[in-house]
Each structure stands twice: as C-alpha cells, then as structure tokens.
C-alpha cells in the first residue's frame, strides 16, 4: 500500500467515463472513490486500466480507488472538457456536461429497468431506447437550470467576432429573402421566382455568377482525401502498433440503421492522435518525401490508391462515391504544397482536426479561395473556430467567411 497521500495527480484521459489518474510524486495510477459505485455497478471492465489521451496506450491501474483524488473531491474547480460538436453534442450542456448526464441518465434508467425485472440495463437499453431517450432528456434540463444557478463548468469559448478580427478573415456580406417552411432545418432562401435553395447553394450561384465554379466541401471529402493519400503510411505493417480493426458496414448502417457485415482494416493502437504523429514523425516524413517526388502525378496516385485505400475510408465514413469524386476534384484544383499541408495538418492530430472545415471551395483558373456560409443568425462553432485558428498557424489556405443577411 502506498504511503503517499497524492498532493498532485493528473488525469491520463478526461474523456473516458472512468477517470483515472497519476500522481506526480509516487507515479501511482488510481481512480477515485467518488465513481466506485457507479463503475462496480456499470462499467467493472473499465477498472483494471486506461487508455492514455495521446498515445491510446494502455496503463494499468495501481491502486484502485482511492479518497479525494478528483477536483470536485479535492473541492478545486472542476476543468471543463467538452465534447466537439456533433450530432447530439451541439448544445453547450450537452457538450460541456456529457459525463454528467451519462451517470445521472444511466442510473435513472437502471432502476427503471430493474423495477421492470430485467437483470441487465443493456438490454433495456436496447428494447426501450425511447424510455432512455425521455430520462436523458430530464436530466438535460435539470442539469441545464442548475447551470443558470451554479455552473460547474464556465463556457471558454471565444466570441465569433474576436476569432475573425484576431484571424484578420474578409466578411463579404450578401442579402437575400428568406422562407420559413414548417419542419425546416436548415435556412431556405429564395434563388428566383418561386425556387428556394440552402444559404450555400445561394452563395455558390452567387459566385458562379462572378465567373467561378463552386465545389461543395466541408469536412467528409477532406476525410477521403486523408483515407486514400495516407491508407499506406497508416497501415504500415512494419509498424508495430498496427492491429487488425472490425467495425460494421458503413453503407448498409445508413439504409437501415445496422450493419449487416463487419468490415476489418488494419490500424495502429494510437491512430489519429498527436502521440501517433510524434511516434512516426520519421515514417511520415519519407512518406511525403515520396508524395512530393510524385507531386505531377498526384491525380494518378489518387485513382491508383482509391481502391486499396477502401476499407480504412469506410472506417473514417469517408466511403461514399460522391465524396471520393469531391476529393478527387480537390485534387485536381489545388496546389500539390496546398494538398500536402492539408494531409500533414490531419496526420498531426486526426481526430482533434477532422470537423470544421469550410462548406465551398470557390475557384477559376489560377485563383481559389475557402468559403465558410452563415445564414442571418448563424455563428461559427467551436470547431469551424478551431480550424480558422489553425488555417492561420499551418494550412495558410485563403479563406473568407459570406455572411447571407435577411433582405
């Protein structure tokens, strides 16, 4: 038994369910006492280890569960660590309170499964998903009025208008009349008579009608383009953390909402993290040593990669036709430096650079430039923030932001 009373640890990953922690002094990993009964009752095969945020490598636990070891027990304020925004994380207490509303939701519907005679919540789970549904949205709202009361967490995001004047990003500013349809989503705008169109679509014939030609974009076939360019490097098999991965079909997933047949790639243990890019730093950089010897012939590789690349495509959702002939098409209007920062940028961090890309790539000959759309009261996400931020650093791609008012 440890003699250390833990005067500093550190979280290993803020986003597994189970925390686990190293203390600074003695090395020890533990977790703490708080969440004993919740990951006895619900998630015992997350005790025994973690997964480190930057490598995905495993790290035993030492020490169990042990007193005052998270902030809240140690009475320090709690660091926030939101979620990105993504379907079914868009609104802030979703994102920033998605632990809490995991245990409160799962614990309500628990003892609602058990008072019905099932033995196991999962299985509940999977006959009664509305029931499921109905809790976690109480609890939403619960945790939504208490956070107007005493917050637990303090929302860091940077106002829209800083981003953009700290980024030095043109604003073009259009006008448009807008039409409200019952069950709508996304804004409508008319285009001429009694035609409507998206806000993008409005733009994109905008910009047509200057003399250039429009390429609808955002993040998926900058996924396809990472997929086929990179499927080799990433599937090394010299590389000793590459395993053997099974996930259901994509495709069959999106017509009935399951997969019908799992789909196996090979990929390595800390894939998409930085702690991957710095592991291989030396393997990528002869990687793109080759790309750039080929860089003429980067719409040949690309045609020539689509097929052996397919399986990790599927695994990255990028698996669609329409979004491999858009990459394609990437390829074949930029730059071959503009291509190879894109991928580099991705290896670098995968899965903290995959979303908020822009919705257009606007371009004639010799000339292109990003494109991100906002209806009248739209506002940049956390993530399309993060990708100005990090299109300034390291992409250095030209970019403007069209804003569509209400006439």
């Known amino acids: 038994m440890s003699k250390c009373e833990h005067p500093k640890v550190k979280c290993i990953n803020p986003y597994e369910i189970i925390r686990k922690y190293r203390c600074e002094v003695c090395g020890e990993v533990m977790m703490c006492a708080c969440d004993e009964e919740f990951a006895l009752r619900f998630l015992p095969h997350q005790i025994q280890e973690g997964v480190d945020l930057e490598t995905q490598q495993r790290i035993p636990v030492t020490l169990g569960f042990q007193k005052n070891i998270c902030n809240s027990c140690r009475g320090l304020p709690e660091e926030p660590h939101p979620k990105a925004e993504m379907y079914g994380y868009t609104s802030k207490i979703r994102r920033y309170y ?182 291989r730093a030396a393997e990528i950089e002869r990687h793109f040593g080759r790309m750039l010897k080929n860089s003429e012939d980067l719409l040949w590789l690309f045609d020539y990669w689509v097929e052996p690349s397919a399986n990790f495509r599927q695994y990255l959702w990028a698996h669609r036709e329409q979004d491999v002939e858009r990459a394609r098409q990437i390829v074949s209007i930029l730059p071959a430096e503009a291509l190879h920062r894109i991928l580099r940028y991705l290896v670098e961090d995968y899965w903290g650079r995959y979303l908020g890309w822009p919705d257009l790539l606007v371009y004639r000959e010799g000339e292109y430039h990003f494109v991100e759309v906002k209806s009248s009261h739209d506002k940049l996400s956390e993530a399309q923030k993060h990708w100005i931020y990090g299109n300034r650093r390291y992409l250095h791609l030209p970019f403007r932001i069209v804003k569509v008012h209400k006439r």
């Open 98 to 279: 998605w632990r809490e509303i995991f245990f409160e939701t799962t614990r309500r519907f628990a003892d609602w499964a058990e008072a019905r005679g099932y033995a196991r919540y999962e299985v509940a789970r999977r006959e009664h998903p509305a029931v499921y549904s109905r809790f976690e949205e109480e609890v939403v709202e619960e945790l939504r009025r208490l956070h107007q009361v005493s917050p637990k967490y303090h929302y860091q995001e940077e106002p829209q208008s800083v981003v953009i004047a700290k980024n030095e990003i043109e604003v073009v500013h259009l006008k448009a009349d807008y039409v409200r349809r019952k069950g709508q989503r996304k804004a409508q705008v008319k285009c001429g008579g009694n035609i409507t169109c998206t806000v993008e679509e409005f733009v994109a014939s905008y910009y047509q009608a200057e003399g250039y030609e429009t390429l609808f974009t955002e993040s998926v076939p900058f996924h396809a383009l990472f997929g086929v360019f990179m499927w080799l490097l990433i599937q090394d098999p010299s590389d000793p953390l590459v395993q053997l991965v099974s996930f259901g079909e994509r495709s069959s997933f999106e017509e009935k909402g399951q997969s019908s047949r799992l789909v196996s790639t090979f990929l390595p243990q800390d894939f998409g993290t930085p702690g991957y890019a710095k592991r």
